[in-house]
């Protein structure tokens, strides 16, 4: 006696099928929107970095779609095995759960956070501002755009629908779970060893998608010797905990006065190794001091005069662009004029400043007897001509320094700095400036550097792609990105003999902490 199936498990068995075909159509449209969150993030250094990247952004936006499919519409192609009800509903459904995922990725981009209950506070502070700024037409327009991506969720599952049992004769649906599977699995399991190895260019990753929990096992290795708990924890500690989805700058708002009837001169050299036209009748005319210890430690020109204008170090370049900085932007908002110049333009490509290109403005302007604040990054040859041509009497407030990758620079000062103070680098140099025309502003809430009038730090940390750079009396200490470290002597050689100073460490890696936005 054969049994047929009766006609609501035949229609529940279509409707599970039509299921699993739209949900595999929506992660294909899910992983595409979600590749916003990879142009909004460091791209990974190195090849596991990479191979991470890609198998766990596929994977885990696959199954976070197909875990809603099985949440919010498997259960009811039984409750309600109607297939009109079904398709309406699974379109709704995927329609709006795309929209708060494209909103969580918008969120993201702009503030590094995912929607959340402990982002929620922040989320309605900022809306409110949103909302007001949102016109008539541009909710309309909202809406309209919403109802045109429903409409087109109705498409997807109508003609999905019609093809339904031609569909299920195609083989797909064991490879493509087995490749989703084996990325699954493989990402968890190369994030359970970078958690372990405190491997950066994995584990920066672990707040790139929503609702991400990578899985780690410290616990278990370490019950069976597979890890050392205390090495991890030192390691760990001597590690940059940064979101690299945002940076705090300033820290906290600024509140300080400017000398409205101040002058301040910055003349950074782009094209020479040592300041060959500072002859020693021209130091003595504009009582200048040579900083004995002055280090240019940055990777690139580009970094250096982001360096030079911020007061951070390369590891929070990426994502200041957005951010103006407080050299520039404080005096030109209390009055002081600010007249900035490059030779090369191209130079404030990927920095919120604008510069001029005019030498012979530039030039004149700082000749004459008027208050600002002028920086200018010039060629040997304008220094030249600005040394010559300008009468000393203007040039009161004056810093010289030039751009040598990652070497000890010449850098002159009439400023009241100890020509013999130990150590210092471009970063110190607009808090030097700052405080010098007047704002009094703590250090710290806009920069790594420190007033090297007022200096009371006798070690100074910058940062080379992902390593930190301590240097402390006639040492430098180097933190990778797991947390190794090593210590060199100033000629370069390695020390092994000099403990390593946890201390001095721990304090260099907060004060580089504190940029980074971590709510």
């Not at 000749?367 to 040039?395: R, V, W």
């Amino acid at each position: 006696m054969i049994i047929s199936e009766t006609p609501r498990r035949q229609l529940v068995s279509k409707l599970v099928g039509w299921g699993h075909w739209f949900t595999l159509v929506n992660i294909v449209v899910a992983i595409a929107i979600s590749g916003v969150y990879l142009f909004s993030s460091r791209v990974p250094s190195t090849l596991l970095g990479i191979l991470y990247l890609f198998t766990n952004w596929f994977s885990h936006i696959g199954f976070l779609t197909f875990f809603g499919f099985v949440i919010f519409i498997l259960p009811i192609c039984y409750l309600i095995p109607n297939s009109r009800f079904i398709r309406a509903y699974g379109s709704i459904t995927a329609a709006i759960a795309l929209a708060m995922l494209a909103l969580d990725a918008l969120l993201y981009t702009r503030y590094g956070l995912h929607l959340s209950f402990s982002s929620a506070e922040f989320i309605r502070d900022h809306a409110k501002f949103a909302i007001a700024e949102v016109s008539s037409r541009q909710w309309a327009f909202f809406g309209l755009s919403f109802i045109a991506w429903l409409f087109l969720q109705l498409l997807i599952a109508n003609a999905l629908w019609k093809r339904v049992e031609r569909l299920q004769k195609l083989k797909f649906g064991l490879p493509i779970s087995a490749a989703f599977t084996a990325m699954f699995v493989f990402s968890h399991a190369t994030h359970i060893w970078a958690d372990a190895e405190l491997y950066q260019p994995i584990v920066q990753q672990d707040d790139m998608f929503p609702l991400s929990y990578p899985a780690t096992a410290k616990t278990l290795m370490s019950k069976y010797g597979m890890l050392n708990r205390e090495n991890y924890n030192q390691r760990k500690q001597l590690q940059l905990s940064i979101d690299k989805g945002a940076v705090t700058y300033p820290t906290e708002p600024l509140y300080c006065v400017i000398d409205t009837q101040a002058k301040a001169t910055l003349l950074m050299v782009m094209d020479a190794d040592s300041l060959q036209s500072l002859e020693p009748s021209m130091v003595d005319s504009l009582n200048l001091n040579k900083l004995t210890n002055h280090y240019d430690l940055s990777l690139s020109s580009r970094s250096a005069v982001k360096s030079t204008l911020y007061g951070l170090p390369d590891l929070y370049h990426w994502k200041l662009g957005s951010h103006r900085p407080i050299l520039l932007d404080l005096p030109d908002k209390l009055g002081l004029p600010v007249h900035l110049y490059s030779h090369d333009p191209s130079l404030f490509a990927t920095s919120k400043v604008n510069g001029q290109d005019n030498w012979e403005i530039f030039s004149n302007s700082l000749s004459e007897a008027t208050p600002g604040l002028f920086i200018g990054f010039i060629t040997q040859a304008e220094l030249n001509e600005l040394l010559k041509n300008t009468d000393t009497s203007q040039l009161q407030k004056l810093f010289i320094s030039h751009f040598s990758a990652n070497h000890m620079v010449d850098a002159y000062t009439n400023l009241p700095i100890s020509p013999n103070r130990l150590l210092s680098l471009h970063e110190d140099i607009p808090a030097t400036l700052l405080g010098n025309i007047g704002c009094n502003a703590k250090t710290e809430l806009h920069s790594t550097g420190q007033n090297l009038t007022k200096a009371n730090r006798t070690w100074l940390v910058t940062t080379q792609d992902d390593k930190v750079l301590i240097m402390h009396q006639d040492l430098k200490i180097q933190v990778d990105s797991r947390g190794n470290f090593v210590i060199y002597n100033q000629d370069g050689s390695q020390n092994t003999s000099t403990e390593l100073n946890t201390g001095l460490l721990s304090q260099a890696i907060k004060l580089l902490s504190k940029f980074a936005d971590n709510e």
